[in-house]
Each structure stands twice: as structure tokens, then as C-alpha cells.
């Protein structure tokens, strides 16, 4: 049973900083892209940050200078360092990720369970 596992939510004050954790557990081969989305109620879920297995990146143009996005193949792990946040910020954050049951398998898609962030004004 593969699962995602976010981790780093919580309440901060606008300009403060919180960083997002996502970790992969189970029995799999490899872990391809690995995506932060976010969504608010009444709200489609919108991506936030994604990364490749080589480490290519990309960025809402609503968090471009201020979110960076990294991972650590050998934990399985996908970060999400948020600075300067915002309340337009506040949000259910969700880690997505592509993951290779075996050498020969394609890639099955995998949600987390969320994490709130809240950033207060």
C-alpha cells in the first residue's frame, strides 16, 4: 500500500515562513514527479509547485520568488519551502506523485491527505 504523507501545516502571521513535508512509504520502485497543489472551500485545487525525478521544476506565478519545491530521492520526500507568505496563501496544501509500482510498471497517481496552511493578516 503506497501512501503520501504531508506534514508542516499550521498557523503563521503574514511575511512568516513554514515549510511543507510529503514522504513517500510503501512498496514501490521509484517515485517519479512529485507535485504540491492547494485548495480553498468552493475552490478547484491548483497547482502549486512541481519537480521531476531530475529535479526540474515549476511554479504558479502566484508563489514564483517566494515557494521553492526540492526532493530527496533516497527519502522519497517532496518539500515545499514557503516564504513570505500571504493570506491568499491560506489553503488546504495536498502532495500528488507519480510512482512506478515496478521496473516495468507506468506510473500510478498518488494523493495525499492535506495539510492546512493558514496564514493570518
Known amino acids: 500500500q503506497v501512501q503520501l504523507v504531508e506534514s508542516g501545516g499550521g498557523l503563521v502571521q503574514a511575511g512568516g515562513s513554514l515549510r511543507l513535508s510529503c514522504v513517500a512509504s510503501g512498496r514501490f520502485f521509484s517515485v517519479a514527479a512529485m507535485t504540491w497543489y492547494r485548495q480553498t472551500p468552493g475552490n478547484q485545487r491548483e497547482l502549486v509547485a512541481g519537480?521531476?525525478?531530475?529535479?526540474?521544476?515549476n511554479y504558479a506565478d502566484s508563489v514564483k520568488g517566494r515557494f521553492t519545491i526540492s526532493r530527496d530521492n533516497a527519502k522519497n520526500t517532496v518539500y515545499l519551502q514557503m516564504n513570505s507568505l500571504k493570506p491568499e496563501d491560506t489553503a488546504v496544501y495536498y502532495c500528488?506523485?507519480?510512482?512506478?509500482?515496478?521496473?516495468?510498471?507506468?506510473?500510478?497517481?498518488?494523493w495525499g491527505q492535506g495539510t492546512q496552511v493558514t496564514v493570518s493578516s
Open positions: 519537480i521531476t525525478g531530475a529535479h526540474k521544476t
Open positions: 500528488n506523485a507519480d510512482i512506478h509500482s515496478s521496473i516495468v510498471s507506468g506510473p500510478s497517481n498518488y
